[in-house]
C-alpha cells in the first residue's frame, strides 16, 4: 500500500469511487471503483512538525487589555482597536493576541493559539475555536481533530507549513469546548481579517460552521453554504464540515471530500 492509499485509509475514505468524468469525485452512484494509487496525489506522511507560534500563559486576573474594547474609561474605541490590528506586523499580531483581553476567554486560557504554517499560503484554512490540547500547545488543530485534518490536507498533497496556513475564528479555548459566543467572535475578529491580509492566500477553506458564517458574514446552515461557497475580500471561500463533526459522523466524509476537490481545481 504507498503512502496515499495510507492516507485515504486514515480518513476513511478507501476504497475511492470516482465519478465518471469528474476526476477525483466520491460517493456519485454513477462512480467507477478505482484503486487508490491510481491517483497521481503524492503525499508523504510522517513529515516533521510545523513550528507553532505558540505563546506565553501570563493573563492577568483583572484584564488590562495592550488594546482594549469599547467603553472602559481610557480605553481605546473598538474602531481604533481594529485599526491598529489592521496595521500589524505578523510578528506585532502574535504578540498582541498573546497579550489579549478583549473577552473573557482570556481567563480561562492557558495559550492564545494565533495560527501555524506558511505565512504566504495558497490555501488559508479556518477552524472554530482551540480545544484542550491547542491550548495546552497554542498551535491549532493539533488533537484528534487536527490529525483527521493533516490526514485530508495530505490525501490531496498538502500540509501545514507548505503552502498551507492554519487559523481559527477565536484564539482562545472556549471553556468545556463549548461554541464561541458572539461577543468573543466579535472580539477576534480584526485578528482573523489582518491574519487574512498578511497571508493573502488564494483560498479559505472555511472548516464548520462558525469559520464559514464568520467569512461569508451569512448566518446559515454548512450545507447550505457548502453549497453555494461565497468569497471574503474577493478570495474564493469553500466551506468544509469541520473535522471534529467528520470524525462524529464519518459517513458525511465523502462530502468533505468533494469539498478538498472542489478546492484543488479552483486552486491546486
Ligand atoms: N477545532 C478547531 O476548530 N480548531 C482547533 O484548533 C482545534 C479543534
Known sequence: MNSREVMLREIGLTPIWRARGVPGA????????????DADIAVTIAEPAVTAVATPAAVPETPSAELPV?????????HDRAATIANMSWDELTASIAKCTACKLCKTRTNTVPGVGDRSPLW?????????????????????????????????GKKRGDGVYIANVIKCRPPGNRNPEPDEIAACEPYLRRQIALAQPKLLLAAGKFSAQTLLNRE?????????????????????YHPSYLLRTPTEKAKAWDDLMKACTLVP
Request: no cysteine; proline share 5%.
Open 26 to 37: 466520491v460517493g456519485d452512484s454513477t462512480a467507477t471503483k478505482i484503486a487508490a494509487s
Open 70 to 78: 469599547d467603553g472602559a474609561p481610557g480605553q481605546l474605541a473598538h
Open 124 to 156: 488559508m484554512v479556518i477552524g472554530e475555536a482551540p480545544g484542550e490540547q491547542e491550548d495546552k500547545r497554542g498551535e491549532p488543530f493539533v488533537g484528534k481533530a487536527g490529525q483527521l485534518l493533516d490526514a485530508m490536507l495530505a490525501a490531496v
Open 220 to 240: 446559515d446552515t454548512v450545507g447550505a453554504m457548502r453549497a453555494s461557497g461565497g468569497n471574503y475580500e474577493s478570495i474564493p471561500v469553500v466551506v468544509t
